[in-house]
Nanobody, 118 residues
Framework: QVHLVESGGGLVQAGGSLRLSCVAS????????MGWFRQAPGKQRDLVAS???????NDLDSVKDRFTISRGNARNTVYLQMNSLKPEDTAVYYC????????????WGQGTQVTVSS
């Protein structure tokens, strides 16, 4: 069973930065795709950014020039560097993974809270 663990969330002032980390365990092969979602209270869960192999995609227009997703050197590790944070970035951020191109977002982390104060 694949297990994802996020870390790096917290409270930051507007304009600040945070780096989220996600480590996957329980799988010996490289995950096909890893990504970051976020969900604010009362809102739907949105895909923020994803990375397939070495190709990153910023899926959310509002973060395209501020957030960067990357893979770590360790297998099945992914980061989300968040710069110039805004109060509207406040949400629970979830790491998710797919094992192959035909799979859905099958595996999820427990989420990490990011709060941006104005």
């Amino acid at each position: 069973q694949v297990h994802l663990v996020e870390s790096g969330g917290g409270l930051v002032q507007a304009g600040g930065s945070l780096r989220l980390s996600c480590v996957a365990s329980g799988i010996s092969s490289t995950l096909y795709r890893m990504g970051w979602f976020r969900q604010a209270p009362g809102k739907q869960r949105d895909l923020v950014a994803s990375i397939t192999g070495g190709r990153p995609i910023n899926d959310l227009d509002s973060v395209k020039d501020r957030f960067t997703i990357s893979r770590g050197n360790a297998r099945n590790t992914v980061y989300l560097q968040m710069n110039s944070l805004k109060p509207e970035d406040t949400a629970v951020y979830y790491c998710a993974a797919q094992t192959d191109p035909f799979d859905s977002w099958k595996y999820w982390g427990q989420g990490t809270q990011v709060t941006v104060s104005s």
